[in-house]
């Protein structure tokens, strides 16, 4: 089993920022790791997709957060971060990270519960 629990979330400000992590745990020889988003009353959004391919390592960007989100890794922690930059209401959302031991696929096995992003004034 691979284990994901997100946390940063809360409430951010209009043009302000906020940084989320994700810790993995038991089985953690996963190939790449996502996050996603969910508004309500929206379709769940790829907010990016980190691969390694040997050795490397390579993320894409939706590009509604490009030049605003950053994805960033601690290996000797297992964990990912997405500090998000400018923060926008659209930005709201449910943000999940997802793992799966193939290159970015279409569906990801392992995800974690997710944590609640508001940014309001």
């Known amino acids: 089993h691979l284990y994901l629990v997100e946390s940063g979330g809360g409430l951010g400000q209009p043009g302000g920022s906020l940084r989320l992590s994700c810790v993995a745990s038991g089985y953690t020889d996963y190939y790449s790791i996502a996050w996603f988003r969910q508004a309500p009353g929206k379709e769940r959004e790829r907010v990016s997709c980190?691969?390694?391919?040997?050795?490397?390592?390579?993320?894409n960007y939706a590009a509604s957060v490009e030049g605003r989100f950053t994805v960033s890794r601690d290996d000797a922690k297992n964990t990912i971060y997405l500090e998000m930059n400018n923060l926008t209401p659209e930005d709201t959302a449910t943000y999940s990270c997802?793992?799966?031991?193939?290159?970015?696929?279409?569906?990801?096995?392992?995800w974690g519960q997710g944590t609640q992003v508001t940014v309001a004034a």
């Open positions: 980190t691969t390694s391919l040997y050795s490397g390592s390579v993320t």
């Open positions: 997802a793992a799966d031991e193939y290159q970015c696929p279409e569906t990801f096995d392992y």
